[in-house]
Every structure is written in structure tokens, then in C-alpha cells.
T-cell receptor, first 116, second 113 residues
Framework: GAVVSQHPSRVICKSGTSVKIECRSL??????MFWYRQFPKQSLMLMAT?????????EQGVEKDKFLINHASLTLSTLTVTSAHPEDSSFYIC????????????FGSGTRLTVV | KQEVTQIPAALSVPEGENLVLNCSFT??????LQWFRQDPGKGLTSLLL?????REQTSGRLNASLDKSSGRSTLYIAASQPGDSATYLC????????????FGTGTRLTVIP
């Protein structure tokens, strides 16, 4: 089946630095990818929709300048957390709809970000 | 806006028992409904996908049903095993729009050996 690869799986960074998370569709093209944030023991919160070749669509309340999304190719979307603060520490997950319309969504393995 | 609810929030059962996880959604105009499993600190693994025209899907010990008219889906797990311990999430996909996967709050399952 369709596979989405997400890297890194975990990262620790200092406050004020930026961190980039990559999401790749390995065996299919994804014109759209989704970025979620998950707080402990809670469900997934959609942050933004990444669109290949155009600007990302952000959900209400998500800072565009804080969470930069780039979808430069049909198989790669990146999320950059800029000027990270401890409150940005969280679990970030990407997903993409499968290559066939009747496919479900495929998710990456997630990235645990810890800002110290 | 679609709202998805899962009951119970947590469930503990002894190994070998059959169990049912519940998912309800407020807008019956869905494209499909997907059940996922999430292990601690991991991403989501798709278990079953039910299209809006289908009533149920089966995979091994798992069976998922869909009743759009009542806005409900159930995930049945037969002969539970400790390895089934995880959080189970259901997600309803709307008919229109790209940002249209609505997640439930999840059920945290513990199967006791």
C-alpha cells in the first residue's frame, strides 16, 4: 500500500532555533498533504494543508510565520517550526490521501519535537 | 461542521475477550470512514476503510460496520490479545473539500494478559 515517510522521528532543539520536518510519499505522488499536531492523550489537530506548487492553507489559529510549509515537489512536503519555543514541543504527524480516490489517508510515523 | 465522538475513552479487557469500540458522527454525508490504530509515540496505522456505500469491512479479527443513517460506526475486535493494546481512532471523511478528515477523540484499549 501507499507509504508516507516522515523524518526525523524525534528531535530536540534549543529555544530560538528552527527545525525542519520532512514528509515524503514513497511510491505515489501527493499533490496535497496534511500536517497535524497532537497533544498528549488528545486526538489530532489539523494545522494546515500543504498544496504542491502553491501556498499552504492554514487552519484558524495556526501561525503561518511560525509554521512554514513548503510543498516543492509531488512527493515532498516540509514543515519548519521557526524560532521554536518550549510550547511548540509536541507530536507532529503528516498524512496524504492515497493515490486512488477510494483509498484512505496514509500517515507518517510522526515527529516528537522537544524544545529546551 | 462534522463532529466525531468515540465512546468509551478508555477500555480494559482481559485477554481473549471480544470487544466493540464505538464511533458516532453528526453529519451523515460522509465519503468514507476510516479506523486507525496508534501506538504510544507513533504515527497512525490504517486498519479498515469503509466507503459510504458499504455496510462493513473485515480484516482478520477486526470487523468495522457503518450505519450512515444513525451516524454510527463500530469496530469489533475478536479474541483480543495484549498486542491489541493501543489507541484506536476513527475518522470521517467529508464529501467535499480537501481538509475534510474529521477525527474522533480516540479509545485507549488495554488488553490484560
Amino acid at each position: 500500500g501507499a507509504v508516507v515517510s516522515q523524518h526525523p522521528s524525534r528531535v530536540i532543539c534549543k529555544s530560538g532555533t528552527s527545525v525542519k520536518i520532512e514528509c515524503r510519499s514513497l511510491d505515489f505522488q501527493a499533490t496535497t498533504m496534511f500536517w497535524y499536531r497532537q497533544f498528549p492523550k488528545q486526538s489530532l489537530m489539523l494545522m494546515a494543508t500543504s498544496n504542491e506548487g502553491s501556498k499552504a492553507t492554514y487552519e484558524q489559529g495556526v501561525e503561518k510565520d511560525k509554521f512554514l510549509i513548503n510543498h516543492a515537489s509531488l512527493t515532498l512536503s516540509t514543515l519548519t517550526v521557526t524560532s521554536a519555543h518550549p510550547e511548540d514541543s509536541s507530536f507532529y504527524i503528516c498524512s496524504a490521501p492515497g493515490p486512488i480516490e477510494t483509498d484512505g489517508y496514509t500517515f507518517g510515523s510522526g515527529t516528537r519535537l522537544t524544545v529546551v | 461542521k462534522q463532529e466525531v465522538t468515540q465512546i468509551p475513552a478508555a477500555l480494559s479487557v482481559p485477554e481473549g475477550e471480544n470487544l466493540v469500540l464505538n464511533c458516532s458522527f453528526t453529519d451523515s454525508a460522509i465519503y468514507n470512514l476510516q479506523w486507525f490504530r496508534q501506538d504510544p509515540g507513533k504515527g497512525l496505522t490504517s486498519l479498515l476503510l469503509i466507503q459510504s456505500s458499504q455496510r462493513e469491512q473485515t480484516s482478520g479479527r477486526l470487523n468495522a460496520s457503518l450505519d450512515k443513517s444513525s451516524g454510527r460506526s463500530t469496530l469489533y475486535i475478536a479474541a483480543s490479545q495484549p498486542g491489541d493494546s493501543a489507541t484506536y481512532l476513527c475518522a470521517a471523511r467529508g464529501r467535499t473539500g480537501a481538509n475534510n478528515l474529521f477525527f474522533g477523540t480516540g479509545t485507549r484499549l488495554t488488553v490484560i494478559p
